[in-house]
T-cell receptor, first 113, second 110 residues
């Protein structure tokens, strides 16, 4: 069984541009979470999607947005990139109605120059 | 508002020793307490987890101790090995809302 997959692995963008990150959850998982992990820091909660809807949002500006598709894959968009957006962006998924284990992908390393 | 506080920030242990990482929380609504292990350049991997109806859970060399009244839980790594060197995150969960601790960087010296 494939795990959570994220693409691309690395992404380099210029300040002011837009970045799109993608996540495919484990088969059968309907919840997708996005986290930002700045270098050497902890996991900051960004967004939670379940059954195609945004269920919860962390303390990030509106230029961080996303969506979940009917096949439960998800996309994170970051507009008007700033240098401090450089980080590892992690996606995790979990099963429906279990509200328990969350499994992480390998992450997308976003570098803003 | 920090939902879970993790300590220490870093830990150095000799090979064969016991590594202990602690977490404390405030919200009694949390009902699931996992620990994640993260190696550099990788995503966090679920290591072990506990629910509040038990006080201890052991899986191999890894043990979670849970103190519901004190709202604290800890990870014990017995016979620590250099391969255990990683960053460890505790987390708390309530109905799909996960909150992570700030992480503990463990270095096991050979």
């Amino acid at each position: 069984e494939a795990g959570v997959t994220q693409s691309p692995t690395h992404l380099i963008k210029t300040r002011g541009q837009q970045a799109t990150l993608r996540c495919s959850p484990i088969s059968g998982h309907t919840s997708v979470y996005w986290y930002q992990q700045a270098l050497g820091l902890g996991l900051q909660f960004l967004l939670w999607y379940d059954e195609g809807e945004e269920r919860n949002r962390g303390n990030f500006p509106p230029r961080f947005s996303g969506r979940q598709f009917p096949n439960y894959s998800s996309e994170l968009n970051v507009n008007a990139l700033e240098l401090e957006d450089s980080a590892l962006y992690l996606c995790a998924s979990s099963r429906p109605r279990r509200n328990t284990e969350a499994f992480f992908g390998q992450g997308t390393r976003l570098t803003v120059v | 508002q920090q939902q879970v506080k993790q300590s220490p920030q870093s830990l150095i242990v000799q090979k064969g020793g016991i590594s202990i990482i602690n977490c404390a929380y405030e919200n009694t609504a949390f009902d699931y307490f996992p620990w994640y292990q993260q190696f550099p350049g990788k995503g966090p991997a679920l290591l072990i987890a506990i629910r509040p109806d038990v006080s201890e859970k052991k899986e191999g060399r890894f043990t979670i101790s849970f103190n519901k009244s004190a709202k604290q839980f800890s990870l014990h790594i017995m016979d620590s090995q250099p391969g255990d060197s990683a960053t460890y995150f505790c987390a708390v969960n309530n109905f799909n809302k996960f909150y992570f601790g700030s992480g503990t960087k463990l270095n096991v010296k050979p």
